[in-house]
């Protein structure tokens, strides 16, 4: 592995248990940038069939062979939602002109970075998996779900935002907005006047003037 493969590779997080999202969404990145994240979403019959010249049968409710349309949506994490869009086609279309070798290889690759980047204690759960697609789902099934814990942690980045005084406001409310987007996914969606209540709070001083506007303008919310 080259040294700027293991420096891209030190900023995927550690996997905890309780950041399945942070954790599948920057090592899929991590695998798309080396030219393997392939490897997680075809099985390895497809390359066998493929390079035997044959074709390859509708993919099985259940199997690894039912997720290979996940690499149309990058950045999800998730592959396991394409039963019903003809996952076996997503599969020979990524598999083209992959051979035997490449899919052994980038396993191996795959499934020891999954081993790396896995926190001890979890390791368990991908411990008898050989192929990084079966590792991969293995991981998402039992910890895709968020916790409570997971839920509160997301919320209490957005009531934790620190704008300072003198520097511009962007990357911290581009934190605030990308907290509240999250728990939106999770099924948690905070009304916007106490997302507003809440970045006003978190104003600093030097915003005074700008918060008495705003209280001034701010609707009266119905009971």
Known sequence: MSASSTSLLNLVPIFNGDNWEEFSETLEAYLMSQGRWWVVVVPRDIVERQSAGGTTTSATPGSVSATVSASAT???????ASISTGGSSAGRLLATGKTIADWNEANAVVVGVLRLRVAPAFRQTIKGER???AAWKALQDRYGKPTIAAIFDTFRTALNIQIK???????????FERAFSILAERGVNV???LRAMILISRLPSSYNVFTQMMNTNIETVEE
């Open 74 to 80: 990058p950045g999800t994490g998730n592959v396991s």
């Open 131 to 133: 192929s990084a697609g």
């Open 165 to 175: 005084p003198n520097t511009h406001p962007a990357p911290a409310l581009a934190e």
């Open 191 to 193: 009304p916007e006047f």
